[in-house]
């Protein structure tokens, strides 16, 4: 990569990390797609990677027609197709930027042959595995408007958000508007309102941590990855919400806890925070119960999900140590 696609690239991070809900077209020419596709995708892609790993639903279960809307390289699409290649057999590219769906179209077909690929949203009347991947930031609440028909008649939907305070709620509050439509299924533990948005946690917002894959460590590009675009590599926070579209079969909620990030690790307890159909719990879980669980909660990926009586034990609570 030369130094004024590091620019580029500088320049552009930047304008995401300022977007207050709004950024004008940036995909000026090919250039500047290639760099990010290279980089900061690559890195929503381990995300999506992340998330794909962990869905409770196998992907046979899965419309066989993917819409990535909002598709930049195409970078959601790719990573899902690569992952299971012989799932699919058509992907419909949408994008505000024409130069940026002729990229992505572009790479599909080399990548994945036998995919149909279409660009046109009419192209879509049969069920559907809808995937969005990091739009929120620049996407002003018109324009949210008008996404939403397609979201709620998707019969899969696959949200991938950074996982910020602000795109993190508003993914929280897009779930709420899918109450009547669809089920969650990940990584909600339950088909309440979002715990999040309940009073007192407005400081507060649910996400992850991905992992890095370890060879990104060992690698001199992404040192000056990392360098340049000033990314950390240890850290890859994640905000996403899987959801499918209601139907006659009833699904029952059991009662459970997912683990969320921020969790604290002391002598003998580690202190967690959970999400549970009553609201976001914090609680402490006491080694002394199990030393295999006190220390998978103090590091949860992003399947860490427990049975609610396994971890908020009667005994803690009476030691005044757990919520
Ligand atoms: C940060 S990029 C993410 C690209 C890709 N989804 C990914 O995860 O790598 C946001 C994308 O959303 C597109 N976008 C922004 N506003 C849009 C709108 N109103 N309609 C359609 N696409 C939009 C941009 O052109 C850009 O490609």
């Given amino acids: 990569m030369d130094n ?5 690239l500088q320049k552009l991070r930047q304008s995401y990390l300022d977007a207050k809900g709004f950024l004008p077209d940036y995909w000026q020419d090919d250039e500047l797609l290639l760099a990010y596709d290279e980089t900061l995708a690559q890195r929503i892609r381990w995300k999506w990677r992340a998330v794909i790993d962990v ?63 279409d660009t046109k949203l ?23 408007r008008k996404l939403m028909p397609l979201v709620e008649r998707a019969s899969v939907i696959l949200w991938v958000e950074a996982g910020r305070p602000q795109e993190s709620r508003k993914l929280s509050g897009i779930r709420s508007e899918l109450q009547g439509s669809h089920h ?23 996400h992850f941590k991905a992992p890095v894959p370890k060879e990104v460590h060992h690698s001199a590009f ?27 079969v009833h699904i029952e909620t059991k009662d459970e806890l997912r683990i969320l990030a921020g969790s604290r690790q002391y002598k003998g307890y580690t202190r967690f925070n959970a999400c549970h159909q009553s609201g976001i719990i914090q609680a ?32 803690d609570a009476d030691d005044d140590k757990s919520l």
């Fill in 4 to 8: 004024s696609s590091w620019k580029r």
């Fill in 222 to 248: 992404w040192r000056e990855c990392a360098k340049q675009l000033g990314v950390d590599l240890r850290s890859l926070p994640v905000a996403y919400l899987f959801a499918q579209k209601k139907n006659a």
């Fill in 122 to 144: 009419s192209a879509v009347d049969e069920g559907f595995t809808l995937l969005i991947s990091h739009v929120l930031s620049e996407l002003p609440d018109e324009e949210l």
């Fill in 55 to 117: 869905l409770p639903l196998a992907i046979a279960a899965f419309p066989k027609t993917l819409v990535d809307w909002g598709c930049g390289t195409g970078g959601a699409s790719r990573e899902i197709l690569s992952m299971h290649p012989e799932h699919f057999e058509r992907l419909i590219l949408l994008d505000r930027s024409n130069r940026a769906v002729s990229f992505a179209a572009r790479q599909v077909k080399s990548e994945q042959p036998n995919i149909k690929v």
């Fill in 284 to 315: 402490d879980y006491m080694k002394r119960n199990s030393k295999k669980i006190y220390e998978a909660l103090a590091e949860p990926g992003l399947d860490s999900k427990y049975e609610t009586s396994e971890l908020l034990l009667k005994d």
């Fill in 184 to 206: 969650f299924l990940a990584p909600c533990p339950h088909q309440d309102i979002c715990g999040m948005l309940r009073e007192g946690q407005e400081e507060n917002w649910c």
